[in-house]
């Protein structure tokens, strides 16, 4: 096999957070990807074609001598992806100039919402809201797991970004470890000194089960800046509204959830 195409692809996979994220990209084995990087074998032509596609290149592009495939990749690259972000990134940035001033609600909160893809249940998550380079972000961990037997059904991670606008809170969040939804929470601020509880309404819905959008009440209970996370973390999961683990205070502040089963658009057939 040419050194050409795997030091190719090689520079190709270097634009991403690493192999195993390319890998499940192009739905391919990771061991078997390994060798063509290693230059232990060549990819069938269904496979060429695959990888072509995916990095955006042409199958005698790939064979190129790399010093001179390395400029064609920074030639198609860069100044696309400039032009390409460069519109979204204006939003952005105008949304952060009118945002206020938020390092008040830096810190963990316990997350709390009736789940929407597990009926009457309600998810426990920990979240942060942290300050980067003058501007807010936000990171929430769900550990989908039952409380009385500690099994865990799955794991979701989200970041995003907080704006505070017009005397409301905005999180825009998305799933960051298989990046197939986003959800989107206005929240009223607290005008206390001492922070508690922050109340408001989030969208979103089911990544699984259904997968039709919902809406629900959701209430931030707030923890401080400094805190044992990985005991934190212990205590999140699914929680049955029976079972006493969660406070009845809170229940009542996140109850008459709109179920994704009951939210259906009328749309006319085509």
């Excluded at 695959?50 to 790939?62: K, Q, Y």
């Excluded at 920990?126 to 797991?145: F, M, S, T």
């Excluded at 409301?168 to 000194?193: F, K």
């Amino acid at each position: 096999m040419s050194d050409d195409l795997r030091h190719n692809l090689a520079l190709l996979c270097s634009y991403f957070p690493s192999i195993a994220e390319v890998c499940r990209r192009l739905d391919f084995n990771r061991q078997q990807f390994n060798k063509y990087l290693a230059g232990n074998a060549y990819p069938s032509r269904h496979n060429m074609r695959r990888i072509c596609d995916f990095f955006g290149v042409s199958e005698s592009e790939l064979l190129m001598e790399p010093q001179q495939f390395q400029e064609i990749v920074s030639l198609k690259r860069k100044p696309l992806q400039q032009e390409a972000l460069s519109k979204p990134l204006r939003h952005l940035d105008r949304l952060y100039q009118h945002s206020q001033e938020l390092n008040k609600y830096v810190g963990y909160y316990f997350r709390y919402f009736y789940s929407f893809g597990n009926h009457g249940k309600v998810i426990r998550s920990l979240a942060l809201v942290y300050r980067e380079d003058d501007k807010y972000y936000w990171k929430n961990i769900e550990i989908l797991r039952d409380p009385e037997t500690g099994r865990t059904s799955g794991l979701n991670k989200y970041e995003g970004v907080l704006f505070y606008l017009a005397d409301r809170l905005y999180i825009l969040e998305y799933e960051a470890i298989e990046v197939n939804s986003i959800t989107q929470a206005t929240l009223y601020p607290s005008h206390r000194s001492r922070l508690g509880l922050l109340l408001g309404i989030q969208t979103g819905g089911p990544t699984r089960r259904g997968r039709k959008p919902g809406a629900s009440k959701v209430a931030l209970e707030y923890l401080g800046r400094d805190i044992n996370v990985r005991q934190a973390l212990k205590r999140t999961g699914l929680f049955d509204p029976e079972d006493g683990l969660i406070r009845s205070e809170i229940l009542s502040l996140i109850e008459n959830t709109i179920e994704p089963s009951t939210f259906v658009l009328d749309v006319d057939e085509p």
